[in-house]
């Protein structure tokens, strides 16, 4: 069974840099890169929203609100995803997740939405202070 775990997250002030590392398990050896990953986060009374994903093909998209600031990045013999965040803000302030499709499935030619996944971390928590 796919299990997705994140960490990483805590408090920041505005301006600071933080990492989100998510790893992942119940993968076959050498296939994390035939999933389409990414990262979501959702602020409190907000929709869950995607920010950035890995395609099968390898190629990534990002969601113009962090163009810039933060990085993907994805590492499949650690069957591990990374978001390197930025100049955070204060809207940035957020639970973060992880999520992941079945495996051999693209992330699609539309922007990738929260019922498009089938795994999902607990979600790690990012504060950021003023």
């Known amino acids: 069974q796919v299990q997705l775990v994140e960490s990483g997250g805590g408090s920041v002030q505005a301006g600071g840099s933080m990492i989100l590392s998510c790893e992942a398990s119940?993968?076959?050896?050498?296939?994390?890169?035939?999933?389409?990953v990414g990262w979501f986060r959702q602020a409190p009374g907000k929709q869950r929203d995607g920010l950035g994903f890995f395609d099968t093909n390898g190629g990534i998209r990002y969601a113009e609100s962090i163009l810039g600031r933060f990085t993907l990045a994805r590492d499949n013999a650690k069957n591990s995803l990374y978001l390197q965040m930025n100049s955070l803000n204060a809207d940035d302030t957020a639970m973060y997740f992880c999520?992941?499709?079945?495996?051999?499935?693209?992330?699609?030619?539309?922007?990738?939405?929260?019922?498009?996944?089938?795994?999902w971390g607990q979600g790690t928590q990012v504060t950021v202070s003023s």
């Open positions: 119940g993968y076959p050896p050498n296939t994390f890169g035939w999933h389409c």
């Open positions: 999520a992941a499709k079945r495996a051999w499935t693209s992330c699609g030619s539309n922007w990738p939405l929260e019922g498009d996944f089938d795994y």
